[in-house]
């Protein structure tokens, strides 16, 4: 896609604080961090949204998951945990048109995520 902040992130048009990159998924650190551990997964192929995915993509989040494990491990937040969060759409607030889930961590998180 064009005009995506994070396709342009996956050909390094934008420079970005990668911490994970293999062929189908990248991970980088989020501009605007809200915990000390704010780490945006995003699958390289462009899907717009968690309402835009299709069967074929299973396997694919299936990686998903198992990167955002390994990465947990690498930022050593898998003992104390964490939160993954995808916003999808106008009312989740989604700001950005490309699929990702955040990684959150590194502090004990509120419980208010519906605010
Ligand atoms: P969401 O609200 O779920 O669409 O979150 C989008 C996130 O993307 C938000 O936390 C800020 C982050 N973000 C937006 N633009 C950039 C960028 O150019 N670089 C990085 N690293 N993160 C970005």
Redesign the pocket.
């Known amino acids: 896609m064009e005009d995506c902040?994070?396709c342009?992130?996956i050909k390094k048009e934008?420079s970005?604080?990668i911490v994970y990159e293999d062929s189908d998924i990248i991970a980088?650190?989020?501009?605007?961090?809200?915990a000390p551990v704010?780490i945006?997964v995003i699958p390289k192929k462009h899907i717009s949204s968690l309402i835009d995915l299709e069967e074929k993509d299973e396997l694919l989040i299936g990686k998903i998951y198992t990167v955002i494990n390994k990465i947990a491990k690498q930022e050593k937040i898998n003992e104390n945990g964490f939160r993954i969060?995808?916003?999808c759409g106008k009312d989740?607030?989604?700001?950005?048109?490309h699929l990702?889930f955040?990684i959150l961590g590194g502090k004990k998180l509120g419980t208010k995520i519906c605010e």
């Open positions: 902040i994070f342009k992130i934008i970005s604080n980088f650190r989020d501009i605007n961090p809200l704010h945006l969060v995808v916003n989740g607030g989604q700001e950005v048109q990702h955040h």
